[in-house]
């Protein structure tokens, strides 16, 4: 069994800064693409950005510049730094993990709890 676990959501001002982490742990045979996506109250939910075991990334136009995801594949974790937030930022963000399982060595994604970020003065 595999477990997604995040953490570092919270309140900030804007023009403030979070960095989101997101572990994997359990019954892993290998971790490919993570990425992070969030979703606001009536929208649906957005890809943010993603990275590849090799390291390359990708952003959505409206954080480019401004979020950096990177990962620590020794610690199978994704990191999500955001700087220069907007309210507009405001969501539930969520890790996504495809991962293939050491026991059954399906490959499938899996999806953090969520954690609220919430930029307001």
């Known amino acids: 069994q595999v477990q997604l676990v995040e953490s570092g959501g919270g309140l900030v001002q804007p023009g403030g800064s979070l960095r989101l982490s997101c572990a994997a742990s359990?019954?892993?045979?290998?971790?490919?693409?993570m990425a992070w996506y969030r979703q606001a109250p009536g929208n649906q939910r957005e890809l943010v950005a993603t990275?590849?075991?090799?390291?390359?990334?990708n952003y959505t136009d409206s954080v480019k510049g401004r979020f950096t995801i990177s990962r620590e594949n020794s610690k199978k974790t994704v990191y999500l730094q955001m700087a220069s937030l907007k309210p507009e930022d405001t969501a539930v963000y969520y890790c996504?993990?495809?991962?293939?399982?050491?026991?059954?060595?399906?490959?499938?994604?899996?999806w953090g709890q969520g954690t609220q970020v919430t930029v307001s003065s």
């Open positions: 996504n993990v495809d991962i293939k399982d050491r026991t059954s060595f399906r490959r499938r994604d899996y």
């Open positions: 359990g019954s892993i045979f290998n971790i490919y693409t």
């Open positions: 990275i590849r075991y090799s390291g390359s990334t």
